[in-house]
């Protein structure tokens, strides 16, 4: 079964730093997204992406956060100079389309920590 | 903004028992998806509901969406510890980018 995978499960970082989270979206998916979930809140969404530019993003994704697809596999999100309140579970999704009833998949999850 | 709500946070209930799960928003969603979430693991989608009134069945789980679709229930019959977990709303946001936006979840525990 095609699933969605993420690289790596978890991530340490000290604060200032920058981390790039990975992703491999399903294959034939053409949908990108990215969200996160502070630990006891809820799933945020950041950033969707589609035709390799972002189609809508959230006021979390400042200027610190970008998203490429460098190869057409990968899906990255990059978070320039992190800090303490970045520290979240990040998930990657796809769809095979942007419409309202397509499944998005979700990637088991990075989780984040910043020191 | 659109908020979706769900109630209650927790849920904690012996085997056999029935139980309801609510997602309630003051927006209009073009569908809801209900998920479940293990702990490390990222959401995976239960049900799609898209046309106000909607009624699936996934087993012993029924969701509905209601008729105005700003709002949807979960009702799963003779509960069981396998279906401990998270269970998360998300509606369909405005644009047509995919976005989902998420209820903050239902904890539920079944007690053998």
């Known amino acids: 079964e095609p699933e969605v995978t993420q690289t790596p499960s978890h991530q340490v970082t000290q604060m200032g730093q920058e981390v790039i989270l990975r992703c491999v979206p399903i294959s034939n998916h053409l949908y990108f997204y990215w969200y996160r979930q502070i630990l006891g809140q809820k799933v945020e969404f950041l950033v969707s992406f589609y035709n390799n530019e972002i189609s809508e993003k959230s006021e979390i994704f400042d200027d610190q956060f970008s998203v490429e697809r460098p190869d057409g596999s990968n899906f990255t999100l990059k978070i320039r100079s992190t800090k303490l309140e970045d520290s979240a579970m990040y998930f990657c999704a796809s769809a095979g389309t942007g419409r309202v009833e397509t499944e998005a998949f979700f990637g088991q999850g990075t989780r984040l920590t910043v020191v | ?112």
């Open chain 2, 1 to 112: 903004t659109q908020l979706l709500e769900q109630s209650p946070q927790f849920l904690s209930i012996q085997e056999g028992e029935n139980l309801t799960v609510y997602c309630n928003s003051s927006s209009v969603f073009s569908s809801l998806q209900w998920y479940r979430q293990e702990p490390g693991e990222g959401p995976v989608l239960l049900v799609t509901v898209v046309t106000g009134g909607e009624v699936k069945k996934l087993k012993r789980l029924t969701f509905q969406f209601g008729d105005a679709r700003k709002d949807s229930s979960l009702h799963i019959t003779a509960a069981q510890p396998g279906d401990t977990g998270l269970y998360l709303c998300a509606g369909a946001g405005s644009g047509n980018t995919g976005k989902l936006i998420f209820g903050q979840g239902t904890t539920l525990q079944v007690k053998p």
